[in-house]
């Protein structure tokens, strides 16, 4: 079972730079999030999509764009990187009945020179 | 908006003994979960157990239990008989499940086993 799948695994950009980071559920959830992970931060969380066509913000939306393609891919761009979007992202999906966790992608590491 | 608190700074534990993470949140909502999920050095997260804001018992899953004070709004996990292989970051996360079901995560807790 492929569960979620996030690519890439690990990615260099250049500030000013853009680039899409890809997310891929194959559990027919309803709801995908995107995290960031920074040392001592925990997860935050950047957008969250409750289904298919609608996305809100999270906690720290300020630089990145989502979209939530169809029930199995939701999408973060960076349009401008910047240094501060060093992180790793993490891709995750649930459904919304009660008592089930999310679960998560592998992670993606993102650098920013 | 939710907001969970888990402020222990990194733990040491010996091996084979029993180790506390604590866990506090703030919500509005009435029906809710409650995950903590662990994240060994190797990053990924591995999804550990679940309490549901309802549910009268503590939750059990091998040698975690979740010890849930709904009225003090804490669910802290107890780690019972640590092994080496507990050494990792742990996260507590929290979801409503109506209206706003975002799921929301502490800062988490580092534990390191020792021989």
């Known amino acids: 079972n492929a569960g979620v799948t996030q690519t890439p695994k690990f990615q260099v950009l250049k500030t000013g730079q853009s680039m899409t980071l890809q997310c891929a559920q194959d559990?027919?959830?309803?709801?995908m999030y995107w995290y960031r992970q920074d040392p001592g931060m925990g997860l935050r969380l950047i957008y969250y999509?409750?289904?298919?066509?609608?996305?809100d913000k999270g906690e720290v939306p300020n630089g990145y764009n989502v979209s939530r393609l169809n029930k199995r891919e939701f999408s973060l761009r960076l349009e401008s990187a910047a240094p501060s979007q060093t992180s790793v992202y993490f891709c995750?999906?649930?459904?919304?009945?009660?008592?089930?966790?999310?679960?998560f992608g592998q992670g993606t590491r993102l650098t920013v020179v | 908006a939710q907001k969970i608190t888990q402020t222990q700074p990194g733990m040491f534990v010996q091996e084979k003994e029993a180790v506390t993470l604590d866990c506090t949140y703030d919500?509005?909502?009435?029906?809710?979960?409650l995950f903590w999920y662990k994240q060994p050095s190797s990053g990924e997260m591995i999804f550990l157990i679940y309490?549901?804001?309802?549910?009268?018992q503590n939750a059990t899953e091998g040698r975690y239990s979740l010890n849930f004070q709904k009225a003090r709004k804490s669910a802290n996990l107890v780690i019972s008989a640590s092994q080496l292989g507990d050494s990792a970051m742990y996260f507590c996360?929290?979801?409503?499940?109506?209206?706003?079901?975002?799921?929301?995560f502490g800062k988490g807790n580092q534990v390191v086993v020792i021989p």
């Open positions: 995750a999906s649930s459904t919304h009945r009660e008592g089930t966790e999310a679960f």
């Open positions: 559990m027919n959830h309803n709801s």
């Open positions: 999509s409750a289904s298919e066509g609608t996305t």
């Open positions: 919500t509005s909502d009435q029906s809710y979960g």
């Open positions: 309490q549901g804001s309802y549910d009268e």
């Open positions: 996360a929290m979801r409503a499940f109506y209206g706003n079901n975002r799921l929301a």
